[in-house]
């Protein structure tokens, strides 16, 4: 089996990233497999070489070893222009401004963007020459459900053009997506298992229509919680306290695995703990579901 992880390189690595990282790696070398690292760096504003350097040397001092690193995102354009090519006969421009697309479309369901109408769908050469500017690109989705059957949420299902609508897979900058990045470079590699955080379980069903577009197979996916900062906020790097710089200087890497594991329910206590030990005694039964409070000198 082939797993990934797969991190954007915007700032320094946190508990949040970490807690992915160890779930992502853990099941690689108990099942024997190999671990793939990826830089996702579409967002070349946010992101840097700088970064992505020292979030290889955060996974190496906590022991996070991968066996081949793929190429970042940023050099990958032909491969997703060769796949959007595929997909033409199924992607129509579209022209809208984001406030028009605040105000007339519904919310996805699951998490808060919104379900396009499919306005644009329907214009002429003329009507589409008539704007006089590049367009974003979306595919068109058929009234399908997708099923996830998730290693650790369970059932997840999203009818396409009910709760996503058609989505865009190339802004109008010409910059590709991150949905359709993600499944070429996971099927390039032959990824088998994605473990990531929570938050892109909603996005799963796109990428798993995606794939059968492309003539992939879908990996098996595993959503892991989130760690939850003091206000219920998803942990980020606005959590100094929680990031590695800080972190690093108090705490050996034994320690910070030892935190990490109690949290996602693989160990009794907090103490620190070797890779060695949390290898032998992995399983994703003992992962827990729900979102983790992490604040407070107890945790
Ligand atoms: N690059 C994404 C992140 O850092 C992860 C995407 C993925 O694992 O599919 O949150």
Redesign the pocket.
Known sequence: MTG?F???PSGRMHMG?LF?ALLAWLSVRRQGGELILRM?DLDTQRTSAAYASQLRRDLSWLGLAWDRETPPQSQRTAAYQAAFARLAPLTYPCYCTRSQLHSVNAPHAADGSYVYDGRCRNLTPAQQAAFGRAPAWRLAVPDTTIEVMDGVQGLYRENLRRDCGDFIIRRADGVFV?QLA?VVDDGEAGVTE?V??RD?LSSTPRQMYLQTLLGLPHPKYYHVPMLLSGDGRRLSKRDGDMGLETLARRMSPQAVLGRLAWWAGLVETPAPVDLDTLVATFSWEKVRKTDIPVTGEGN
């Open positions: 990934r797969a991190p954007t990233n992915s996702e991150y993600v994605v990531r955080g892109l």
